[in-house]
């Protein structure tokens, strides 16, 4: 079973950058994919973008108009998330999920690993 652990959250003015981390433990991480998500205060949990540590490929939401991207370091078993020109309206908790399959998808019914989250708030 694969135990997940978001970090890197924070307070970033808005434009600014900031790289969430993912680390994966209990289970060889690089058959799996990673997806990651948010949810803003008073609205529902959303997909943001995967990859696949089967073969590499990546999704992402096309609302997010490739200011995310993702990438993992298989020999520290993480998986990251850098989120560029944030907007007040990134503000969220962020939250990655892995799923033992390869499946590309945003849905969070297709992960059963979830992490704990971890806030992103972005000032104007």
């Known amino acids: 079973e694969v135990q997940l652990q978001a970090s890197g959250g924070g307070l970033v003015q808005a434009g600014g950058s900031l790289r969430l981390s993912c680390t994966a433990s209990?289970?060889?991480?690089?058959?799996?994919?990673v997806g990651w998500f948010r949810q803003a205060p008073g609205k529902e949990r959303v997909g943001l973008g995967c990859l696949s540590l089967y073969d590499g490929s990546t999704y992402f939401a096309p609302s997010l108009k490739g200011r995310f991207t993702v990438s993992a370091d298989n020999d520290r078993n993480t998986v990251f998330l850098q989120m560029n020109s944030l907007t007040p309206e990134d503000t969220a908790v962020y939250y990655c999920a892995a799923v033992g399959l390869p499946v590309i998808s945003l849905k969070e019914r297709t992960y059963n690993y979830w992490g704990q989250g971890t806030q992103v708030t972005v000032s104007s």
């Open positions: 209990g289970s060889t991480f690089d058959q799996h994919v």
